[in-house]
């Protein structure tokens, strides 16, 4: 049985998302650090891992911690696939999935994560049937930092990840003025491009936590 929105966090405490992860030393940086949800690219991406890979990264993650598989364009035949095949607890959308899509992932029992562009009209946490709703740049993966002052409040209690161009300098200022359920990072703490710096993770943490 699906258990909607089953997310580990306490209500004072920011929910912080690592993506991209590709190795070990990631993972374990990631979950030192203090990270509620790791996840793993198995869509076209330069972060892209194998399913085998995301299972073997996964068993080193402790239960508490959320692993979720990203995933952008594929088949709904696919993605449960390489979701069984990977172990992974989640599933993050970026596509144009509809209604039907979601409630069919939904009967798989995993926890659903939709992620759209901030734009002209603000989507809301479960319009999809959603559990958390990642709202992203306005030009999606593009690693740029965008105004988070023009996000309006969200509905008390949802559950909605910012993202875009986060970093461990800017964190704590986009926190501050969009005041998100949560947050989500990956090319804000890489040395290069689809390579993770466990340094850059664990300043990330803290700084999305500072003063809470």
């Excluded at 508490?64 to 990203?70: K, Q």
């Excluded at 946490?125 to 709703?133: A, S, W």
């Excluded at 989500?184 to 689809?194: F, M, Q, Y």
Aim: overall charge negative.
């Amino acid at each position: 049985m699906r258990q909607s929105g089953a997310v580990s966090n306490s209500s004072d405490s920011l929910f912080i998302k690592i993506c991209g992860l590709r190795t070990e030393e990631d993972v374990d940086a990631a979950v030192e650090a203090g990270a509620d949800a790791i996840g793993f690219v198995l869509t076209a991406s330069p972060r892209r891992v194998d399913a085998a890979t995301a299972a073997r990264l996964s068993r080193r993650i402790p239960e508490h911690v959320l692993t979720v598989g990203v995933f952008r364009g594929e088949s709904l035949d696919d993605v449960r696939s390489l979701a069984a095949e990977s172990g992974i607890r989640a599933v993050q959308l970026h596509g144009s999935e509809d209604r039907d899509y979601y409630d069919a992932l939904a009967a798989d029992g995993r926890t659903l994560i939709r992620a759209a562009a901030f734009g002209d009209s603000v989507p809301r946490c479960g319009e999809m049937g959603e559990d958390m709703l990642l709202l992203d740049a306005p030009v999606p993966g593009s690693g740029m930092a965008w105004d988070w002052s023009r996000m309006p409040v969200a509905d008390p209690g949802a559950q909605w990840l910012l993202a875009g161009g986060l970093t461990p300098d800017n964190v704590r200022n986009a926190v501050d003025t969009a005041r998100p359920w949560g947050v989500d990072v990956s090319s804000g703490v890489e040395r290069s491009r689809g390579v993770k710096d466990p340094a850059l993770i664990t300043a990330f943490v803290k700084a999305a936590r500072a003063g809470r």
